[in-house]
């Protein structure tokens, strides 16, 4: 079994369990304060800028060409394109980018920044793509099955563009490429390895979980 594959089955069960949620249901029967939901817009754009910069980072610890060229393309790819969709957000809820920028950080986020960029500074490119894994997978497994519990809750007219963005097939493609990217990477790893990409994996997921709890408690 590839190490991708590996993870995501460990991830499911606790991914599965998020959709309870209030904040994740939330989204999904469009019940959401909207302000609750704008401090999480501002939070995860503040994120995003750190989740950016592993993937800077894991370009350059990368050997390969293609795995520098691969993790170089997700930093255009998350500073275009998946942060358009929280300057739309923004935008709409009358927040600036500079306001957003200069905003404080809540002390989940920067735990979980903190960590990834950590293991990412201490360890080779193999160790930030698992860093990496357990954000991108989750949100479009959270996405997907929202839709299944909650038909239509792609068209909402102030969620939806955050779930159809998640649960968009070409987001599902982007991740099955990060896999690749992590599976080359790992492809002689050992069994001492694995268990270490699984713990790496595991505490993200936990950072990840509290991130939806400081979302839904809304104040820093």
């Keep these: 079994m590839h190490v991708s594959e590996e993870l995501i089955a460990a991830g499911e ?8 949620h209030p904040f994740l249901a939330g989204i999904g029967d469009g019940s959401l304060e909207h302000e609750k939901f704008q401090f ?19 370009a350059t610890k990368a050997r390969a060409p293609e795995d520098m060229r691969c993790f170089a393309g997700y930093v255009q790819q998350i500073l275009s ?3 358009d969709t929280h300057r739309g957000y923004m935008a709409r809820l009358g927040i600036t980018t500079a306001a957003a920028e200069r905003a404080e950080i809540a002390p989940e986020n920067r735990a979980y920044t903190d960590y990834m960029l950590a293991r990412g500074w201490e360890g080779g490119a193999d160790v930030i793509a698992v860093a990496i894994l357990a954000c991108a997978v989750s949100y479009e497994y959270l996405a997907r099955r929202l839709l299944e519990r909650y038909p239509g809750a792609d068209r909402h007219p102030f969620f939806g563009e955050w779930v159809a963005s998640y649960a968009d097939p070409g987001y599902a493609e982007s991740n099955r490429t990060l896999c690749a990217l992590l599976d080359r990477l790992t492809a002689e790893s050992t069994a001492a390895r694995r268990a270490y990409y699984r713990e790496i994996f595991l505490a993200c997921t936990a950072h990840e979980e509290r991130f939806w709890d400081m979302a839904w408690r809304g104040t820093c």
């Design 81 to 83: 394109g998946e942060m």
């Design 13 to 20: 069960p606790l991914w599965e369990a998020f959709l309870d």
């Design 40 to 58: 999480y817009m501002v939070q995860d754009y503040l994120y995003l800028l750190d989740y950016a910069r592993l993937f800077a980072l894991g």
